[in-house]
């Protein structure tokens, strides 16, 4: 199930966008359990013209910025496609596989769209908590 909570994140995005979903993460922090995929969507409404829209993911760990996914958006879109044009409605799609040997932490996970100028187009902050299955964090989130 992916549910829509783009009000409760930090954007710095020039776009405008309407919607994030992410498998099963109704608020953040979303808790990402170690060895299963995550769907993300990212709904907007582009403010430039792009031939390209080059994205990269990264998770902080311990102050530094892991990227976990790259790539051209336009290849990744499920609706619309390049190039985007001012005032187009398109959606970024990608899936985050969790690998097993991640450590279990909280991070922050950044999504990064720019367009051909190198300007952000989107870019999302989420809190997430990676964990076993089994893990027994949760009581410590307010630590974090």
Request: with cysteine; net charge positive; glycine share 4%.
């Amino acid at each position: 199930m992916l549910t829509n909570f783009i009000h409760l994140l930090k954007t710095g995005s020039t776009a405008n966008v309407t919607e994030l979903r992410v498998t099963g993460c109704s608020q953040p922090p979303c808790v990402f359990i170690k060895g299963k995929r995550y769907e993300i969507e990212i709904d907007a409404i582009s403010n430039c013209t792009s031939t390209k829209l080059p994205y990269k993911v990264t998770a902080k760990v311990k102050f530094f910025p892991i990227t976990i996914l790259k790539g051209n958006a336009c290849d990744v879109l499920s609706k619309g496609r390049c190039p985007v044009t001012v005032g187009q409605e398109f959606t970024y799609k990608n899936v985050i596989n969790v690998s097993t040997s991640y450590p279990s932490f909280h991070t922050k996970v950044t999504a990064l769209v720019q367009n051909d100028n190198k300007e952000s187009v989107i870019c999302l902050i989420l809190d997430v908590i990676i964990r076993s299955s089994f893990s027994k964090l949760r009581p410590f989130y307010h630590l974090l």
